[in-house]
């Protein structure tokens, strides 16, 4: 990414003069294009991004790619782009809606996203049919999950979630990842938005962080019902969440999961769960998983294979938290947390 860093300044700093006041009015869409130049690289790496050129005043600004993950800020300007797992041809575009002519939208250009040097490009389903977990330079695994919550099955939908931690040194978007879990009858795939795409004027905690997917480095997203705050006693679960914790949800559905027992399950009905990059149906690629469940590139073939003592057997209102977040998904590498402790890790 050094290689572009001065691109991505001059950039940042032609446009900075712009917002200053130049007067210079809005020419052809030619004079405004997206940096740097040379847009190549790896899986999973990220590259920030830049318009160069003259926007309209008081544009509307929205950043999209057709695979890997984009995040900005207003005005939006500037964005950091995180490549896709596999190697391939991304198309970013740049939308500005604005009511001064001269400016034709969309702006678009391509991003080369090539294999790894001396690195497995991470495999999927449809090119060896065996998934791979932990692909290369993507750092979010499933640290916690709330798997035997408290009270009957009336409360249970508000009390569950899910922990992510980023092992990495690198922010990481998880925005468009699937959750799902395996038991005798799978619960419906949940893809991971952030908290505020569902609840934009409900906070389910002072201090956490609720309008982004982007897990820093090192640090905790718990993903939680979007109707957490709307638990009633006497077994609604106020979570203590540390501060600055990224709480994320899903796209649909009020409760994790949509079979009977949700997301994870309760006592004896232990399900595995997998964190993926596909769809509701397919599994491109395994990022994570809790259980060592049986995977294929098919959803809902997800199991527990019943060899081992995984998913934990908790005692109720107890959560499994992953000892070493370098370890791997193994009985020895997972404990009891009772009563849970969303966002926080001794890592």
Not at 4 to 25: D, M
Not at 40 to 53: C, I, N, R, T, V
Not at 113 to 123: G, Q, R, S, T, W
Not at 251 to 256: E, F, H, K, R, W
Request: some cysteine; aromatic content about 8%; overall charge negative.
């Amino acid at each position: 990414m050094h290689r572009n860093l001065s691109a991505f300044i001059s950039a940042t700093l032609c446009l900075s003069v712009w917002l200053a006041g130049c007067s210079t009015p809005a020419t052809a869409s030619s004079l405004v294009k997206i940096l740097p130049d040379n847009c190549e690289l790896k899986p999973g790496e990220q590259m920030p991004l830049a318009l160069d050129g003259i926007i309209p005043p008081n544009a509307s600004i929205q950043w999209e790619v057709s695979d890997g993950s984009i995040v900005f800020t207003p005005p939006g300007l500037n964005a950091l782009f995180t490549a896709p797992l596999s190697p391939t041809i991304v198309t970013v575009s740049v939308s500005i809606a604005s009511g001064t002519p001269g400016v034709n939208v969309p702006i678009t250009r391509q991003c080369k996203v090539m294999p790894a040097n001396n690195a497995a490009v991470p495999a999927t389903a449809s090119d060896t049919g065996i998934l791979q977990t932990h692909p290369t330079g993507f750092t979010v695994i499933i640290s916690e999950v709330m798997a035997y919550p408290c009270g009957s099955m009336d409360f249970k939908k508000w009390n569950q979630y899910v922990e992510l931690y980023n092992n990495g040194d690198q922010p990481m978007d998880v925005r468009g990842l699937w959750l799902v879990d395996g038991g005798d009858l799978p619960g419906t795939p949940d893809m991971i938005v952030a908290w505020a795409d569902r609840q934009p004027r409900l906070s389910p905690a002072d201090n956490t962080v609720t309008n982004t997917t982007v897990i820093q480095p090192h640090s905790f997203a718990v993903v939680l019902s979007p109707i957490y705050t709307e638990g009633e006693n006497p077994y609604h679960m106020p979570y203590q969440f540390p501060a600055g914790t990224v709480i994320l949800t899903i796209a649909s559905s009020d409760s994790l999961g949509d079979d009977y027992f949700g997301m994870i399950g309760d006592g004896d009905s232990r399900d595995p769960l997998a964190l993926y990059m596909g769809s509701a149906s397919i599994m491109d690629t395994v990022i994570s998983t809790y259980g060592t469940p049986t995977l294929s590139s098919y959803v809902h073939e997800i199991h527990d294979n019943r060899l081992d003592n995984i998913p934990l057997d908790l005692h109720a209102c107890g959560s499994a938290e992953r000892s070493d977040p370098n370890g791997k998904d193994t009985f020895e590498n997972w404990h009891e947390v009772p009563g849970g402790s969303p966002g926080d890790a001794p890592y």
